[in-house]
């Protein structure tokens, strides 16, 4: 396939989707600004929420995470000739050519309250930033099937639209953008809804054709994506910060706030 053009999936004002494995993909697309994604990490991830249902929320069984059972060689994603962010690279350290001086991190601080944390796990995330030296904390709230824009969850591992948004704001350079582990199309929405073209590659159907449906929603305003945790929000009831399943299966007080290879999701 190297060499060859490959049909997008789909193709709209900028955006490309393409369907099939990123490592026969990549070689035949063009260079880009920015490399954002979530790649499957290779913890073979229990994707049956299910499991954590209980008298507050009746929680969702998702299918497995493709090529998560053991860590992918990711060789073939740092070669690439541009910044490159990369969640969940705290998973695999020992494949990263991390440079003090050159890379550097993005933590993603996702804390809702205590409660919430057992049943959702890890309250923040990290992504390793190859090519330029940035640290940077990122905090916003998240936890569920809904994020704290209203996003309903597609993927089991989907990322808010505004995380990704403010990620890519953070490198100016960043008007084209590429994620090579597409899942739902996260990072392809925020590119959208930020006037930035982006190619997204996913090997699930299912997911490109769930991404598509995304992509042809009108655009939202992230501003300047400086969202504020306020002290209504730290108030929130742990009821409505636990969601994890299907919304309509969740009964919250009027006065909550809904928080909120395949892997992506991005």
Request: aromatic residues 8%; glycine residues 8%; hydrophobic residues 35%.
């Amino acid at each position: 396939m190297e060499g060859e053009s490959v049909k997008p999936y789909y193709e709209e004002d900028g955006i490309t989707i393409y369907h099939g494995d990123c490592r026969e993909i990549l070689p035949t697309i063009e260079p880009v600004d920015l490399v954002l994604t979530d790649p499957p990490y290779g913890i073979d991830l229990d994707t049956d929420y299910s499991k954590r249902s209980n008298e507050i929320i009746t929680a969702t069984r998702y299918e497995a995470i493709q090529s998560d059972t053991v860590p992918i060689d990711f060789h073939f994603l740092w070669g690439m000739d541009t910044v490159s962010v990369v969640f969940g690279a705290n998973n695999f350290p020992q494949q990263i050519p991390f440079s003090p001086k050159r890379d550097g991190w993005i933590v993603w601080d996702k804390r809702t309250n205590e409660e919430a944390d057992k049943i959702l796990g890890s309250p923040f995330e990290m992504a390793v930033v190859l090519g330029r030296r940035t640290y940077k904390m990122i905090r916003l709230l998240h936890c569920g099937v809904i994020s704290h824009a209203g996003e309903i969850r597609e993927h089991p591992t989907q990322k808010p639209s505004e995380l990704m948004a403010r990620v890519i704001q953070l490198f100016s350079e960043g008007w084209s953008v590429l994620d090579p582990f597409m899942g739902s199309g996260t990072t392809l929405r925020a590119a959208k809804d930020l006037g930035r073209r982006a190619i997204g590659i996913e090997i699930c159907e299912k997911y490109c054709e769930i991404a598509a449906k995304r992509l042809s929603q009108r655009v939202l305003d992230f501003g300047t994506c400086e969202t504020p945790y306020t002290a209504k929000d730290a108030a929130v009831g742990s009821q409505s910060d636990m969601l994890i399943g299907n919304p309509s299966s969740v009964h919250t007080p009027a006065t909550s706030r809904k928080g909120g290879g395949t892997k992506g999701d991005a």
